[in-house]
């Protein structure tokens, strides 16, 4: 919450100190009557486009064991809940009772996915480096999904009965996310000169930090039935006649807690002058979140637990705009 604060009070200055520009070029006047441009602007601009989102996903659930029936000749293992005796199970070759803690299986599938952007600045350009623009900005990344059965896949090891190393898959999910980011960027245009040209393109390149708030929303399954023998997930849920649990999330999406980080930020495109007041944006901006954690919650959002997070997300935006400089 403090650095929230923190960063709207910056935003809140930026955007008072380009009145220094005024709304014409700013400069003075000197003796012989020549006027001097010291090149300083004030800078407002809007954007929007495609985002391309990748992040390794990681198990976050930690100490959950799961209770199976486990095929010794073949290493798979299932839930007790899947075949509902040991006579049905005997009868497809699971004999042997193993315990195992799925928060030790591997996430199946990475996050990769497309989505609309769209934001804006407002900042201004610094007296007599008018190359370089500071520019305060605001993003929003609109909510995509991310639906997977199973969402753990792959070898754990077991004890008790059978001792060893079985291949299993749980848990389904669907899940959504959406993030807006708040930023400082320093851009560096190339050109020469205090005024940029027209009807030329100008490259440039930026740098800088900005604050990531992710909105998360998570409904899990128990397809397997391996989390409904756990007495951990007891309460986020009603049991049905066979004892499966129907998880019951929040409705009410503001219910799920957010997941906060510091973002870094780079930026590479072209503008293009179509008057002195006027120009059009074309580039690319990566954005680069440490961590994103889904968490999942109970129906009146009183209890809530780590379940799996995005690591090392990056945001890759390909966006058109325009920007004005008084």
């Not at 604060?5 to 006047?29: D, H, I, Q, T």
């Not at 992040?55 to 976050?60: E, G, P, R, V």
């Not at 039935?225 to 499966?244: E, F, K, R, V």
């Amino acid at each position: 919450m403090k650095s929230r604060k923190f960063l709207f009070s910056l935003l809140s200055v930026l955007c008072v100190m380009p009145a220094f520009a005024g709304w014409e070029y700013n400069g003075y006047y000197i003796n012989d009557g020549y006027y001097n441009d010291d090149g300083m602007r004030f800078v407002i601009g809007a954007h929007g486009g495609l985002s391309w989102a990748n992040a390794k996903m990681k198990n976050d659930i930690g100490n959950l064991d799961g209770y199976y029936y486990i095929n010794p000749s073949t290493g798979t293992a299932v839930s007790l809940s899947y075949f509902g005796d040991s006579t049905d199970a005997a009868n497809e070759g699971f004999t042997a009772i193993a315990v195992g803690n799925i928060g030790d299986l591997p996430i199946k599938e990475k996050f990769s996915k497309l989505a609309f952007t769209a934001g804006g600045s407002i900042g201004f350009t610094i007296p007599y480096y008018p190359q370089w623009r500071l520019e305060a900005g605001y993003d929003h990344i609109a909510e995509t999904e991310y639906n997977h059965v199973p969402l753990l896949d792959g070898n754990l090891k077991v004890a008790g009965d059978f001792n060893g190393v079985v291949h299993l898959s749980s848990t389904g999910v669907a899940s959504t996310i959406s993030t807006d980011i708040i930023s400082v960027v320093a851009y560096y245009d190339f050109f020469d000169g205090n005024q940029k040209p027209l009807n030329q393109i100008i490259p440039y390149i930026g740098l800088g930090l900005g604050y990531a708030t992710s909105k998360t929303t998570l409904k899990l399954s128990d397809i397997y039935g391996d989390l409904s023998t756990s007495s951990d997930l007891t309460n986020y849920g009603t049991p049905d006649s066979n004892g499966i649990i129907r998880f019951e999330p929040p409705t009410d999406k503001s219910k799920y807690p957010e997941s906060e980080n510091i973002a870094a930020i780079g930026a590479l495109g072209v503008s293009y002058g179509i008057s002195k007041y006027t120009f059009f944006d074309f580039g690319a901006r990566i954005m680069y979140v440490p961590k994103i954690t889904w968490q999942f919650v109970n129906s009146d959002a009183s209890q809530h637990r780590d379940w799996f997070s995005a690591e090392d997300m990056i945001y890759t935006d390909l966006v058109a705009g325009v920007r004005f400089e008084f």
